[in-house]
């Protein structure tokens, strides 16, 4: 079973730039997360959609981020502007539904210089 | 606040040296606690969900166990390849699947 896939591994920006990060979830999975690790510290949740629609939303900075779901499938999350407090693994992570175990992509690692 | 709180914040054993991971956590309406292990440059990988306090749960050398308070991530005769941080998450009170994750315990096992 393939696992869920993101892209692009690795991005560097100046600050005020912005950046799409996009994933793949496993196939099948109903619930899609997208969550930011800054070093040493544990994974905190952004956004977290159902199929298609959000589920919650209330830690996601609205001001500069966005993500959409098209299809129910693949999800995109998008940083516009940037600033340098943004430099963080942005991980993506899918579950059959709400009460399952989460499985991660590899994440995306974001430097804002 | 809801906090979840995990010591040591590293350690080191050697080969075969058994030890234990500690992960506490104060939240409300408690829905299943969730361990991960995390390897450099990579995803966390899941291990264990525990749901209600005395459960317990094993995977080759690694024992979780569950009370009201915390829960303890045993492990037997590390190996080097045991090497990783090891995260702990709560499923709580907020939306279903809304995890609230510890800063880990960064774990070293020498040969």
């Known amino acids: 079973e393939a696992g869920v896939a993101q892209s692009p591994r690795y991005k560097i920006i100046e600050k005020r730039q912005s950046v799409a990060f996009w994933c793949n979830p496993i196939s099948g999975h109903a619930t899609l997360y997208w969550y930011q690790q800054i070093l040493g510290q544990g994974p905190k949740l952004l956004i977290q959609f159902q199929n298609n629609g959000v589920v919650d939303d209330s830690q996601l900075p609205k001001d500069r981020f966005s993500a959409e779901r098209l299809k129910g499938v693949d999800s995109t999350l998008k940083i516009q502007p940037a600033k340098l407090e943004d430099s963080a693994v942005y991980l993506c992570a899918s579950s059959l539904d709400t009460a399952n175990e989460q499985f991660f992509g590899p994440g995306t690692r974001l430097t804002v210089l | 606040e809801d906090q979840v709180t995990q010591s040591p914040e590293a350690l080191r054993l050697q080969e075969g040296e058994s030890s234990s991971l500690n992960c506490s956590y104060t939240?409300?309406?408690?829905?299943?606690l969730f361990w991960y292990r995390q390897d450099p440059g990579k995803g966390p990988e899941f291990l264990f969900t525990?749901?209600?306090a005395g459960e317990e749960k094993e995977k080759e050398r690694l024992k979780a166990t569950l009370t009201k308070k915390e829960s303890f991530l045993h492990i037997t005769a590390p190996k080097p390849e045991d090497s990783a941080t090891y995260l702990c998450?709560?499923?709580?009170?907020?939306?279903?699947?809304?995890?609230?994750f510890g800063k880990g315990t960064k774990l070293s096992v020498k040969p």
């Open positions: 525990l749901y209600s």
């Open positions: 939240v409300s309406g408690l829905r299943g």
């Open positions: 998450a709560v499923d709580y009170g907020g939306s279903q699947g809304n995890l609230i």
